[in-house]
């Protein structure tokens, strides 16, 4: 079942690191990770397995739609559940992308994103995954730029 779990992952979930501005951190931005499965309100109950499996989430609904999502946040929650599944039930599609995310994760667990050599290694990753982040808000160059003065550069 677990195998078919990550299968399913394959086709509709998805490993997303974002930023966000934040004024009082150093590099003037949060770093966002988080792993998201989604599934339309009829399959609840694959999200509750979903949950189960994992350990760990909240589903919410989508505003707007009849679409719910799980919702894994917080660095233990993907260090400790998220990454270990899917190491051990390996994605097909979404591997590249889960590689990254995991690098990220980490990176961040080591602190790496509150100095400007890791801050901008994660900010690069990050924009690299899910079609070259071309759904993103903020530029790689935008996000870059505003955290050189941050950090004094």
Not at 52 to 65: F, M, P, Q, T, Y
Request: glycine letters at 8%; aromatic letters at 12%; hydrophobic letters at 40%.
């Amino acid at each position: 079942m677990k195998y078919f779990l990550a299968g399913f992952v394959d086709g509709e979930g998805s490993f997303n690191v974002s930023f966000a501005k934040h004024p009082t951190l150093r590099s003037g931005w949060i770093v966002l990770a988080k792993f998201q499965i989604y599934q339309h309100k009829n399959h609840h109950d694959l999200l509750e397995l979903f949950r189960e499996v994992l350990g760990a989430g909240r589903i919410d609904k989508k505003s707007g739609s009849d679409v719910l999502s799980l919702t894994v946040e917080g660095r233990d929650n993907l260090i400790q559940k998220i990454i270990p599944f899917f190491e051990q039930y390996p994605l097909a599609t979404k591997a590249d992308a889960f590689r990254k995310f995991a690098i990220i994760v980490y990176m961040m667990d080591e602190g790496l994103h509150r100095n400007r050599e890791g801050f901008e290694r994660i900010v690069r990753l990050a924009h690299s995954m899910n079609a070259e982040g071309r759904f993103r808000i903020h530029s790689i160059e935008y996000i870059l730029d505003t955290a050189r003065d941050k950090f004094k550069i």
